[in-house]
């Protein structure tokens, strides 16, 4: 099946650091991938969908500003947290709907302090 | 509005028993409906897909059924082993816009 490659897997940074995570697809060109976020004991909550070489769309209540993506090619796409705050420790995922649906990243652990 | 419950919120079962988890929906248009298992601190794995005219499917000892009637959906675990310990996550994907409705999960732990 395919195969989505997330990284880091955990990442400890400073308040006010930004930190930044990479999906990559591989086996499949994706030009949409999507990014969950997941607070513990809560389910996954789609954050935004990237499209390769146009902007993203952000769901209601996430900020385009804090969090950053780009999908500068149809194998990657980057999700940037900008300026962290210990509210923004979660659990990222990323995933795309390909030629078996949606494949999920392994996810990335983020904690800020 | 388009929603997803799932039962139990959590469920302990000895080694070698069998479980039913459920799923109760009311997505609508329905276009199909996934049960996906996540270990804790990774991401979901598919486990059964289904689509409207499907009842039921089986992925070795994992068996998803539907009925489309009811909006209702189980996954049966059959001789559970430690291996099953995740939570199982049910999603619904909307017709319209292929939007993923997902529920809460329940979380199975299997004691020895």
């Known amino acids: 099946g395919a195969v989505v490659s997330q990284h880091p897997s955990r990442v400890i940074c400073k308040s006010g650091t930004s930190v930044k995570i990479e999906c990559r697809s591989l086996?499949?060109?994706?030009?949409?991938m999507f990014w969950y976020r997941q607070f513990p004991k809560q389910s996954l909550m789609l954050m935004a969908t990237s499209n390769e070489g146009s902007k993203a769309t952000y769901e209601q209540g996430v900020e385009k500003d804090k969090f950053l993506i780009n999908h500068a090619s149809l194998t990657l796409s980057t999700l940037t947290v900008t300026s962290a705050h210990p509210e923004d420790s979660s659990f990222y995922i990323c995933?795309?709907?390909?030629?078996?649906?949606?494949?999920f990243g392994s996810g990335t652990r983020l904690t800020v302090v | 509005k388009n929603q997803v419950e799932q039962s139990p919120q959590s469920l302990i079962i000895l080694e070698g028993k069998n479980c039913t988890l459920q799923?109760?929906?009311?997505?609508?248009?329905?276009?199909?409906l996934r049960w996906y298992k996540q270990d804790t601190g990774r991401g979901p794995v598919s486990l059964t897909i289904?689509?409207?005219s499907e009842n039921t499917k089986s992925n070795g000892r994992y068996t998803a059924t539907l009925d489309a009637d009811t909006k209702q959906s189980s996954l049966h675990i059959t001789a559970s082993q430690l291996s099953d310990s995740a939570s199982y996550i049910c999603?619904?994907?909307?017709?319209?816009?292929?939007?993923?409705?997902w529920g809460a999960g329940t979380k199975l732990i299997i004691k020895p």
């Open positions: 799923c109760n929906y009311t997505v609508s248009p329905f276009s199909n």
């Open positions: 086996d499949f060109q994706a030009t949409t």
């Open positions: 995933s795309h709907n390909g030629y078996y649906g949606y494949t």
């Open positions: 289904m689509t409207f």
């Open positions: 999603v619904v994907s909307e017709d319209s816009n292929y939007q993923l409705i």
